[in-house]
């Protein structure tokens, strides 16, 4: 299985600066990465897929980079409504053998 | 609107037997593979495994294969997880998750979860 390993995962900022969440693959998965936002009581929601591509009505001020193992998102001005757990989800492999990073949870500092 | 659906929560017995269900509305059912996410409480998201409806075509991940059944039925636009022996262990939250490749196969659609409880 192709490990993804998120970090920190805890995250303190300040409403209004920049979080950088870092996301690590145990073997390249090429730019077949997305990255999940889930907040108590709901559903993941997709907010960044191929690295890099923001989803469906997904604010400017978040990021995805990377590429092979190394990937980060970054959000930029963080807004009340981005306090939550944020997954990496690698989908490289066919047949299909997909895995989630343990996640990153953005606190308010 | 495109969704997914999923049955409601469910308390269960040891040894028991359970199928949760997670329609899909909105789009071409058959078309997409649909996916299965685990959640144990105070957890992370770990994949299961995925279906194809249209052809039943079924991806296991190895943690979860012969613990669980994946299945689908087209005529009905549904997905379903099925144990025939249920144990605490297996106490989580459950979402089924849209494969689509419109999201470069990132699952783009979640169902709403099913809290599965297994407490004798």
């Known amino acids: 299985d192709i490990v993804m390993t998120q970090s920190p995962a805890t995250l303190s900022v300040f409403l209004g600066e920049r979080a950088t969440l870092s996301c690590r693959a145990s073997?390249?998965?090429?730019?077949?990465l997305a990255w999940y936002q889930q907040k108590p009581g709901q559903a993941p929601r997709l907010i960044i897929y191929?690295?890099?591509t923001r989803a469906t009505g997904i604010p400017a001020r978040f990021s995805g980079s990377g590429s092979g193992t190394e990937f980060t998102l970054t959000i930029s001005g963080l807004q009340s409504e981005d306090f939550a757990v944020y997954y990496c989800?690698?989908?490289?492999?066919?047949?299909?053998?997909?895995?989630f990073g343990q996640g990153t949870r953005v606190e308010i500092k | 609107e495109v969704q997914l659906v999923q049955s409601g929560a469910e308390v269960k017995k040891p040894g028991e037997s359970l199928k949760i269900s997670c329609k899909g509305s909105?789009?071409?059912?058959?078309?997409?593979?649909i996916g299965w996410v685990r959640q144990m409480p105070g957890k992370g998201l770990e994949w299961m495994g995925i279906?194809?409806?249209?052809?039943?075509?079924?991806r296991n991940s190895p943690s979860f294969q012969g613990q669980v059944t994946i299945s689908a039925d087209k005529s009905i636009s549904t997905a379903y997880l099925q144990w025939s022996s249920l144990k605490a262990s297996d106490t989580a939250m459950y979402y089924c998750?849209?494969?689509?490749?419109?999201?470069?196969?990132?699952?783009?659609?979640w169902g709403q979860g099913t809290m599965v409880t297994v407490s004798s």
């Open positions: 998750a849209r494969r689509s490749p419109i999201a470069a196969d990132a699952f783009d659609i």
């Open positions: 909105g789009y071409s059912f058959t078309n997409y593979w």
């Open positions: 279906i194809y409806p249209g052809d039943s075509d079924t």
């Open positions: 073997q390249s998965v090429s730019s077949h």
């Open positions: 191929d690295t890099s």
């Open positions: 989800h690698q989908y490289n492999t066919w047949p299909p053998l997909e895995t």
